[in-house]
């Protein structure tokens, strides 16, 4: 590598003036199409080359020029300087020629020693080296080098090809199911800080005294809470976002995926229905408590039996091991984390705050507003555009009018012209048939004196 930069440069400051030498005399007319050769061959060894070739020509054409000029202005000299020139033209002035091809050959013998000296290096310690090419080398990506050889990476892989030998309802389905992963993910993260925020707040000795702790100790739980509902938030918007895709995929399926949308919007809603009881959207329905008391599980969390029953039903698709996988690992989770769940969602359930006085909603209702402000600035300079915009078009509109208008005049002047030219046409026409008549009177009567005149001419000299 260091010896094709070392290269570059010798090419630069050796070989570029012997082209600018080479131009100026092919400008003199000393020598004739010469200089492109050696440029031609370094375009072949390597493609940064292609800069330095045109370099070269750009080096010739000026030196060219140059001389053409030159030349040009020793021809408008005094006429003591023209008789120098004419007692020395013919002559040339060989050592430019003679260091410009020394010069040149010396280049192609230097080129080919350096490429092939690099060329023995570059293939004894890379075997895949070739003419080419630059010699290959190495960054160190510490990073990436992680990444390629984590086993996530190949299972990431491996579960990427297998999605594209699937339908773009089996994928989308697939999408869907992870979304409703991620947010009962989400939503247990939320239960789990409420239930220890709840516990603080429990052991507390009075409000006063919570307050003054809160900023030393709970500032923490409080923060990470406001994450875990953002988190979850925005896992329940792309989860909208999965399941309408996966049902434009069902309706683009002809009724073939009607009883795997119907279990997969089982499992959306069961999950839809946990975010609202959990960030108390809706009021909790009894029956549901009921119902979800029988299978002894937090809210939102009876769906072990659906997901059993989704994976049964697709064993023998190429599906089943991805759904059964990720339904296998959401439904050991909810067995792992169902009691500490079930006690801080009774908790949440049995002492329910208010919602005003919730710091993260106002929280998030200030962002709320800010977004309004904001969205409410972007729609004035949209709207402020919108009037320019069509400002703009109505000018063009009365611009392009005005240009019609002027195209159908100057049509018709030259329609105008035209029938002129075509008057004028015949006229001449006509006076020059009329002209030759005349010559050829002209040319007879000429003809009949001079005649005439011979004649008398030789009476003359007959008498």
């Not at 007692?87 to 040149?104: A, E, H, P, S």
């Not at 890379?126 to 080419?132: G, I, K, N």
């Not at 938030?233 to 399941?243: C, G, I, S, V």
């Amino acid at each position: 590598m260091h010896v094709i930069i070392f290269w570059q440069i010798f090419f630069f400051f050796a070989f570029c003036p012997c082209m600018w030498v080479d131009g100026w005399m092919e400008g003199l007319g000393v020598c004739r199409k010469f200089p492109f050769l050696f440029c031609s061959l370094h375009f072949f060894f390597f493609p940064f080359f292609f800069l330095l070739h045109v370099c070269a020509f750009v080096c010739i054409c000026v030196g060219r020029i140059s001389g053409y000029f030159h030349q040009k202005e020793g021809k408008k000299k005094k006429t003591g300087r023209r008789r120098e020139e004419k007692r020395t033209k013919g002559k040339v002035n060989f050592f430019k020629i003679y260091f410009c091809l020394f010069t040149q050959r010396f280049s192609v013998v230097f080129c080919f020693f350096f490429f092939f000296f690099n060329y023995c290096l570059s293939s004894r310690h890379h075997p895949s080296f070739s003419f080419f090419s630059f010699p290959p080398f190495s960054i160190a990506l510490p990073h990436r080098c992680e990444m390629s050889t984590a086993p996530g990476g190949a299972v990431d892989d491996e579960i990427q090809s297998r999605l594209s030998k699937l339908s773009v309802y089996k994928r989308a389905e697939y999408h869907c199911v992870e979304g409703i992963a991620a947010l009962r993910e989400s939503l247990r993260d939320v239960v789990r800080l409420e239930g220890e925020e709840s516990g603080t707040n429990d052991h507390g000795a009075s409000k006063a005294v919570h307050n003054s702790s809160g900023s030393t100790s709970g500032g923490g739980g409080r923060a990470e809470l406001a994450k875990a509902r953002q988190a979850a938030r925005r896992a329940h918007q792309q989860l909208d976002k999965l399941a309408k895709e996966a049902q434009r995929a069902a309706r683009r399926e002809d009724g073939g995926c009607d009883a795997d949308m119907k279990e997969l919007m089982r499992h959306v809603e069961s999950a839809k229905r946990w975010y609202r009881e959990c960030f108390r959207v809706v009021p909790p329905i009894e029956g549901g408590y009921e119902r979800q008391g029988d299978t002894g599980g937090a809210p939102g969390l009876d769906d072990d039996l659906h997901a059993r029953q989704c994976t049964q039903h697709g064993a023998t698709s190429m599906t089943t091991p991805l759904l059964a996988a990720n339904f296998n690992d959401v439904n050991s989770n909810i067995h792992n984390g169902r009691d500490g769940v079930t006690s801080s969602r009774n908790a949440s359930v049995t002492a329910p705050q208010p919602t005003v006085s919730d710091e993260e909603f106002l929280l998030f209702l200030d962002q709320v507003r800010r977004n309004d402000e904001l969205a409410d600035v972007a729609l004035d300079r949209i709207s402020h555009g919108l009037s320019r915009l069509h400002e703009n078009a109505l000018n063009v509109t009365s611009e392009l009018r005005t240009q019609e208008g002027l195209l159908v005049a100057v049509e018709e002047k030259v329609e105008t012209t035209h029938a002129n030219l075509s008057v004028l046409n015949k006229r001449l026409r006509k006076f020059l048939a009329e002209k030759n008549k005349c010559d050829c009177f002209m040319y007879a009567f000429c003809c009949a004196l001079l005649l005439g005149v011979v004649a008398a001419i030789a009476v003359l000299l007959k008498k």
